[in-house]
């Protein structure tokens, strides 16, 4: 134990920020506000509120730090309290969506920026917190920029209050300091990072097919260089990853026919804890580690040891698109500054490699900069909590204000759902308020508030858990024939929600849940996930003292979902596309629906839609005209047969 101990004590030292710390407290002494900026690595997240902590800040309140993400949040939270010598909860602890795991001892906290939102609703002055970590702001998360000016507010007014003053960090890997610098009216500090030379190789043709450019790239450096340089593979989402994953054990297996000298890992955002923290355990030095991941390992996640990186190119994003009021998840190109985040995870420890999976003259097409997310989604949850905190969009400080289409499709949609009411002034209705008090698109809110009138409130509690947790069936490629008869039990003529509600149910009620998944091919932590995310749910509920009614009238169910997603209707065409009430988008059936390729319902709900290389909608209910003119008779764009 001594000995990881001086081992942890030897590393904290050799970490950039450690030269740094003087600095950075006198500066924060002397500020309010201090900005920092350097590389990913260099021990920003997990020193800088052991600093702080060391310095007396804790004292009277807490050392709050948010993360972008949950992964992150809750990674770096048990890093930091293996620094300490403590367990997690302790004094040092993390709160995340659906799961807190703190206590009264817990001085330094990490939470999602989304966590630290919902809070400021209760608490606009954060009270609880002596200083405020903003961390990883060039991320630029729509909950991080509503935080931006939530914590210059109340830093505003506890000094006039004299409440004792809020002192706030900004820290970043690459940021606009000027910009920053402007608006929270301070100035940056610059550390100084300690980076190796990372040497960079495009492909000299442009491939359609990245994931093979990216498995070709890889067994090339496996045959090529010494197993001890571990390889991160960025690419875009979940089911790329794990499918990838798969070929790569197999194709590992036949290369070296039976011992595994390459040991792949997999990190996204829906993967339990454990396995997460999987991919930080070194391997043996003759075994190469291969990590796939997603851009959470962009900036806020480091894993020591990687020499090579290969960068598909590509990030799954949200975006909006503000005539038709959906969001619409995609893969799209990454910007030249993510490119350069991205080749810089191959020179932490020594010299690297970065491949990339396009040609120099596709790079040279890319973006600048990421543009914030503020500006390219769906601001309806935004507008909501800002009014729940009786703040107007219309008045608030942003760092870079959304734009005006899109705030009037929120304000639009918000009051159709019953949250709001827009007129000269906009204020937030009773239900507005309930609403927000689940961490949940407003949307899925207004199913929770209204379900117990339906009388299905213990079903629509199921389905938006159920919902809220991804992939929840496994299939792949070898087992597919199997899978799909273990599926088929599952299946609903009426759609995809009541699949998911009759698996979900099942899996409540099987007695051995981890064999019973296997049995079924279904995803044993994604269940376990929305099980949790039930229970909360649920408390919540109680809390607003809604009837836990439930029913099996699957009509009213329908009718229920209808109530909250009747912007996500859908009319079968003669051609057999669909055709979105908002938006008119010419899309498909997603081929995991249970809808796909069969009869085609008339009229459709759906509560994702998804572009490839055409558009898809993902989750699927039928339903009907007469349904529509009943429950949402305010709803008139329906498109005709
Ligand atoms: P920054 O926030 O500046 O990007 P971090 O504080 O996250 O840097 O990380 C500093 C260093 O601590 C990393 O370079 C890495 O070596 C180490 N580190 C961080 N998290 C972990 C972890 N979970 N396990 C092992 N090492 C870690
Ligand atoms: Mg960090």
């Not at 450690?18 to 407290?25: A, E, K, S, T, Y």
């Not at 939270?77 to 909860?89: K, Y």
């Not at 929305?530 to 919540?540: M, T």
Request: hydrophobic share 40%.
């Amino acid at each position: 134990l001594t000995s990881k101990r001086t081992s942890i004590e030897q590393q904290q030292k050799s970490l950039p920020v450690f030269n740094c710390r003087q600095r950075i407290l006198k500066e924060l002494e002397v500020n309010d506000t201090v900005l920092i900026m350097s590389e990913t690595g260099s021990g920003k997240t997990t020193q800088i509120p052991q600093f702080l902590l060391l310095a007396g800040y804790a004292k009277n309140g807490m050392i709050g730090i948010t993360q972008p993400r949950r992964v992150a949040a809750i990674t770096v939270a048990r890093r930091v309290a293996q620094e300490l010598n403590g367990s997690i909860g302790d004094t040092v602890g993390y709160t995340v969506r659906f799961e807190d795991a703190t206590s009264r001892a817990t001085k330094i906290r990490f939470l999602t920026d989304g966590v630290l939102l919902r809070e400021s609703i209760k608490d606009r002055l954060l009270l609880k917190y002596s200083v405020i970590i903003l961390d990883e702001a060039h991320e630029r998360t729509v909950n991080a920029d509503l935080l931006f000016g939530i914590v210059k507010d109340a830093q505003k007014e506890r000094r006039k209050q004299k409440l004792g003053n809020l002192k706030v960090v900004v820290t970043s890997a690459t940021m606009d300091i000027d910009h920053f610098g402007n608006y929270f009216n301070c100035k940056g500090m610059y550390l100084e990072g300690r980076t190796y030379p990372v040497r960079v190789m495009h492909t000299k043709e442009e491939h359609e097919d990245y994931v093979h450019t990216v498995l070709v790239t890889l067994f090339h450096i496996h045959r090529t260089t010494p197993k001890n340089h571990d390889v991160l593979i960025f690419l875009t989402g979940q089911e790329e990853i794990e499918s990838l994953a798969q070929q790569i054990r197999q194709l590992a297996k036949i290369d070296t026919t039976g011992t595994t000298d390459l040991r792949v890992f997999t990190l996204y955002a829906q993967l339990s804890q454990g396995k997460q923290l999987e991919c930080f355990v070194p391997t043996p030095a003759n075994v190469r580690k291969v990590i796939l991941a997603t851009n959470i390992a962009e900036t806020s996640i480091t894993i020591p040891g990687i020499r090579c990186v290969i960068d598909c190119g590509f990030v799954k994003e949200k975006s909006f698109n503000t005539a038709d009021g959906l969001d619409v998840l995609m893969s799209v190109r990454i910007s030249k500054a993510q490119a350069w985040q991205r080749a810089g995870r191959a020179g932490r420890d020594a010299d690297g490699t970065c491949y990339r999976a396009y040609t120099k003259a596709e790079m040279d097409s890319f973006a600048d900069a990421t543009q914030p997310e503020i500006l390219r989604t769906n601001p309806t949850s935004m507008v909501l909590q800002l009014l729940a905190l009786d703040i107007d969009c219309n008045n608030f400080d942003f760092l870079d204000p959304p734009l005006e289409d899109g705030l009037r499709s929120a304000y639009k949609s918000l009051d159709a759902l019953g949250a709001i009411k827009t007129g000269d002034v906009s204020y937030i209705t009773p239900l507005g308020r309930q609403m927000v008090q689940y961490p949940l698109d407003p949307k899925y809110s207004k199913l929770l508030l209204t379900a117990s009138s339906f009388g299905c409130m213990e079903e629509i509690l199921s389905l938006v858990s159920v919902l809220s947790s991804d992939h929840v069936f496994v299939s792949n490629s070898d087992k597919n024939e199997m899978a799909a008869l273990a599926h088929a039990k599952f299946q609903s003529k009426h759609g995809d929600h009541l699949t998911l509600l009759n698996v979900f149910n099942a899996f409540l009620k099987s007695e051995k849940p981890k064999m019973w998944c296997h049995d079924n091919y279904l995803n044993l932590r994604s269940l376990t996930y929305a099980r949790n995310v039930r229970r909360q749910l649920r408390e919540i509920s109680e809390h607003l003292h809604l009837a836990l009614n439930s029913s099996d009238d699957i009509e009213m169910l329908k009718k229920c979902i209808l109530n909250g997603f009747f912007e996500n209707i859908a009319v079968l065409q003669r051609d057999g596309f669909y055709i979105t009430a908002s938006g008119n988008i010419r899309s498909k059936i997603h081929p995991s629906s249970v809808l796909h390729g069969k009869y085609k319902p008339s009229y459709i709900l759906f509560t994702e839609i998804v572009q490839t290389e055409q558009t898809f909608l993902r989750q699927v209910t039928e339903i009907s005209i007469e349904w529509i003119k009943e429950v949402v008779p305010f709803v008139k764009n329906i498109p005709t047969r």
